[in-house]
């Protein structure tokens, strides 16, 4: 009987193996797609783009908001980490700017990400989740470098995705002549972040508050449409 159960055993394991690397599969194409033509892309062409069938990619995932949610929350880890990181760099302006970089990348080169931040139709809106996420991790990046002296002291957690967004919308207007531009603005905004001996212009209207910024983005659904 012992060895039935392992022969039982080993019949299974290649099947859990195959499932579990279609997935993998799944997920890989649906990255690259999204990432470079947006959350329009349907579940037929994730498929044909991973060398499976229609019927798998349903075996593995319900629907396509099911799909999208998987790959968002993995991105907004990421993006996590990248704050993490620079938070963990000794200079305080220079981790706020990394993050700061890196995030308006993140954003520039992939369609799918700067649409599931600015739309909110995808992933069971999971822009709340984003926020809980950004919400501290930026904050601290941001008080950071405020308490140094380096960053002007009315700057806010929420400019700094704004900014990025911002960013990454100049990178899609001139996507067909000058997509890099947006490096010449992040530079512009820098030195527009960053504290002055001389005193900064102050700002005429405050920063969002958390809940606007979210506001923002779910508002900006009916646009796209």
């Keep these: 009987m012992t060895g039935g159960s392992d022969d039982g ?20 194409a649906a990255a690259e797609v999204f990432t470079q033509r947006g959350l329009d892309v349907s579940l037929d062409e994730v498929a044909r783009h991973a060398g499976v069938g229609v019927g798998t990619v349903y075996r593995r995932f319900a629907d396509k908001e099911q799909l999208v949610e998987t790959l968002f929350t993995e991105r907004i880890d990421q993006v996590a980490a990248m704050a993490t990181r620079a938070l963990e760099l000794p200079d305080p302006w220079a981790g706020l700017v990394c993050f700061l970089e890196q995030l308006a990348t993140a954003l520039t080169s992939d369609v799918g990400l700067r649409e599931l931040l600015m739309f909110a139709t995808y992933a069971r809106d999971r822009v709340c989740y984003a926020r809980e996420t ?15 002296g380096q960053a002007r002291a009315d700057l806010a957690p929420t400019d700094v995705p704004f900014i ?25 905004l820098i030195d527009g972040m960053c504290s002055s001996r001389d005193g900064a212009t102050p700002l005429p209207v405050p920063a969002l508050l958390p809940g606007e910024m979210e506001a923002t983005m779910r508002q900006h659904i009916g646009r796209r449409r």
Excluded: C, H
């Design 9 to 28: 055993n080993a019949r299974t394991r290649p099947l859990r193996a195959d499932a579990e690397r279609n997935r993998e599969r799944i997920l890989a």
């Design 134 to 148: 950004f919400t501290p991790l930026v904050g601290a990046l941001v008080d950071r470098a405020k308490a140094s």
């Design 164 to 188: 990025a967004l911002m960013l990454s919308a100049s990178a899609e207007y001139a996507r067909q002549s000058r997509p890099e531009i947006w490096r010449r603005y992040l530079t512009m």
